[in-house]
């Protein structure tokens, strides 16, 4: 079960309050809640001068629960809780900020030449959508047996060209390049125009590192701004089984450079194809 954990201020007022407040641990509660057709357990942890009752949170705990945090919140390594990590949701992310961006080009699709870097399990969505809005496809991929036979069936079936290769040099002097392959390096010598990755990578152009998005609303008025917004929805996505959250179309990416809206990759790569 995934958990998640909430700090909250202290309200006591009166001396006798405050005394006892010194005196006692700090406190912590659970709550079994429910967002959607998914359930979590929520730990309420009260802001303390002795820090967050951590021997607490553990007792709410199964063996291998996940732990989904606000940001600032450390987990002391003699505890045994994992923190959650994002490892499926963001790169489903930045396809679906791909497909976005491509459905609004206004430049010919003759003018487009797409890289995909990914192990395979989202070529199969990813690629039916894309065909129509390229002139070309290039795949990174280090086992090629699938996308080998994907391209024969796609070439026959509307005539777009795609190229499937084990060397990183297949995505140079590519347009627009999805890059969410975790074993895959691309090769720092390539010119990308824009490069959609869930990490950073030493070469495309416009480098775009980490999507921004919006929660919905049952997830937006659960979790205030202390919690990292794709670790949320990638936390209820992916152990909480929401799987609505994964149609989210990020609005913007971020680099080493600040926030970059959607709109703007739209009208750069328009700029870079014509």
């Known amino acids: 079960m995934l958990l ?7 309200t ?6 405050k005394l006892l407040y010194n005196l006692r641990k700090p406190r912590a509660d659970a709550y079994l809640t429910f967002a959607e057709n998914s359930t979590y357990m929520k730990i309420s942890c009260e802001v303390h001068k002795k820090g967050i009752n951590w021997r607490r949170v553990e007792s709410f705990a199964r063996e291998r ?3 989904l945090s606000e940001n600032d919140i450390e987990i002391p390594t003699d505890v045994n809780l994992n923190r959650f990590t994002p490892k499926q949701l ?10 976005s961006i491509l459905s609004k080009l206004s430049v010919s699709r003759g003018n487009i030449r797409l890289g ?7 070529l199969k969505e990813f690629l039916p959508k894309v065909l129509p809005m390229a002139s070309e496809i290039r795949i990174l991929m280090n086992d090629t047996s699938f996308a080998d036979e994907e391209a024969e069936r796609l070439v026959r079936s509307c005539g777009v060209p795609l190229i499937v290769s084990r060397e990183s040099g297949v995505l140079h002097n590519c347009n627009l390049v999805v ?11 390539s010119r990308i125009d824009l490069l959609l990755s869930d990490r950073v990578h030493d070469c495309g152009v416009l480098n775009v ?8 609303a049952v997830l937006n008025s659960a979790f205030s701004r202390k919690y990292d917004r794709v ?22 990416g971020k680099n080493s450079d600040g926030v970059i809206p959607a709109e703007s990759m739209t009208s750069y790569l328009n700029e870079c194809c014509i």
Request: charged share 25%.
């Open 4 to 10: 998640t954990l909430e700090t909250v201020q202290n």
């Open 12 to 17: 006591a007022n009166g001396l006798l309050d």
């Open 65 to 67: 629960d996940l732990l």
């Open 90 to 99: 963001p790169k489903r992310l930045m396809f679906n900020l791909a497909d």
């Open 116 to 122: 995909i870097s990914d192990s395979g399990e989202r």
């Open 179 to 189: 890059a969410t392959d975790d074993t895959a390096e691309l090769d720092p010598r």
């Open 209 to 216: 590192a980490a999507p921004e998005i919006y929660l919905p």
């Open 231 to 252: 670790e949320v929805a990638s936390a209820f996505y992916e152990v909480a089984d929401m799987q609505s959250l994964g149609g989210i179309v990020p609005w913007a």
